[in-house]
Every structure is written in structure tokens, then in C-alpha cells.
T-cell receptor
């Protein structure tokens, strides 16, 4: 079956611009996670959704970052006034339920801020 | 908070056995997981230890010792396709839905 998909696969933007990154989880998965991965490092947690609500957004680095999941399926990560330090691979993962150690990751969106 | 340390790189030859260690400092967690990530690819789940001891899944085995704050991933009969980065990860007791990943180990398998 279809896995987690993310679009775009690559995004190049200029400093100060606004970007949206999309995640389409595995059908039926109620839990959705966003992580950020810098080169040579492990993924770092950003935000977790259970259904439509953000149950844990403790990993968002500042108020320029925001994510939504309005219908409990697709999620969008939004970054305002991008900075060069935001350059990274943004990974989305989903799981059948929360409290599970098996998360299914998408291929990520590589964001480059010039 | 959680801190998980791994060797940065391990090299081995095809057919060999390699062990990737994960040492951690943590205030408590539900279990230790291992993920594999090929260059440019998505992390994929390999193994999970909720209890101390050894878990075996085909060529891969994983071990956890909570008393020693230590775990490892054992890869047997190495193949070229095993060349990838490997991450240990824990789901901590506070904010228990999120995974906290280790520093990652790059495994290079040569012919």
C-alpha cells in the first residue's frame, strides 16, 4: 500500500520568504509527527498530532513555525520569514495510534534557504 | 531529557558481523528502537526492545540493558545494501509520543 508521501521533495527559497510543506500520512493512521533532520544528525521532533489537534508542539523552535491538520489526515508545516538556519530535511511520520515505537516516515522535504 | 550516543562510523566487509552501540542518559523511557536510513531516504523501523534482553529479527538483533544504560544493534551476514545510517531512539515518559533519536552511526560495508 501507499506509504507516507511528502511534497515538494525539494524546496529552495530566499531568506524571509514563507514556505509550506505537505505531508500525506498512511491511510487510517491517526497519529502524525513532524521531525527536522540536519546533515549528519538524527531527526529532531517538532510536533505531534492526534487526529486534528496538535497534542505536543514542544519541539517547534519558535513562533515562525506552525502546523495544521484540519481534517485529521493531510498536514501542512508552515514556516514564516525563513532563515538560513531553517535549511534541513523536514520529515513526516505517521503511526496507527499514538504511544507506538513504530513510526512510518516519509522521504522528507529538503528545504534550502538562500 | 534524553541523550543517546552512538559511534559516528563503523566499517565492515560483506559477510561479517557488526555491532552498533547506543549508550544513553535518560530520566526514563518506554523502550529502545532502531531505525535504518539510506542516503536521501526515509528512516525505516528495524527493531524494538521494550524489555531487557535480546530481540531477533532475521539478520538483525537488538539488545537492551537498562541497568547498564546500554543497547546495541547486531547485524549479521552483512550485505552491501546494509550500508546506511543507523539510529537508536527512545520514546520518553514525558511527551511519550515523540521519538528522541541518537546521534547516528554510518555503516560502510565493503566487498
Amino acid at each position: 500500500g501507499a506509504g507516507v508521501s511528502q511534497t515538494p521533495s525539494n524546496k529552495v527559497t530566499e531568506k524571509g520568504k514563507y514556505v509550506e510543506l505537505r505531508c500525506d500520512p498512511i491511510s487510517g493512521h491517526t497519529a502524525l509527527y513532524w521531525y527536522r533532520q540536519s546533515l549528519g544528525q538524527g531527526p529532531e521532533f517538532l510536533i505531534y498530532f492526534q487526529g486534528t489537534g496538535a497534542a505536543d508542539d514542544s519541539g517547534l523552535p519558535n513562533d515562525r513555525f506552525f502546523a495544521v491538520r484540519p481534517e485529521g489526515s493531510v498536514s501542512t508545516l508552515k514556516i514564516q520569514r525563513t532563515e538560513r538556519g531553517d535549511s534541513a530535511v523536514y520529515l513526516c511520520a505517521s503511526s496507527l495510534r499514538d504511544s507506538t515505537d513504530t513510526q512510518y516516515f516519509g522521504p522528507g522535504t529538503r528545504l534550502t534557504v538562500l | 531529557g534524553q541523550s543517546l550516543e552512538q559511534p559516528s562510523e563503523v566499517t565492515a566487509v560483506e559477510g561479517a558481523i557488526v555491532q552498533i552501540n547506543c549508550t544513553y542518559q535518560t530520566s526514563g523511557f518506554y523502550g529502545l528502537s532502531w531505525y535504518q536510513q539510506h542516503d536521501g531516504g526515509a528512516p525505516t523501523f528495524l527493531s524494538y526492545n521494550g524489555l531487557d534482553g535480546l530481540e531477533e529479527t532475521g539478520r538483525f538483533s537488538s539488545f537492551l540493558s537498562r541497568s547498564d544504560s546500554y543497547g546495541y544493534l547486531l547485524l549479521q551476514e552483512l550485505q552491501m545494501k546494509d550500508s546506511a545510517s543507523y539510529f537508536c531512539a527512545v520514546r520518553d515518559l514525558v511527551g511519550f509520543q515523540k521519538l528522541v533519536f541518537g546521534t547516528g552511526t554510518r555503516l560502510l560495508v565493503s566487498p
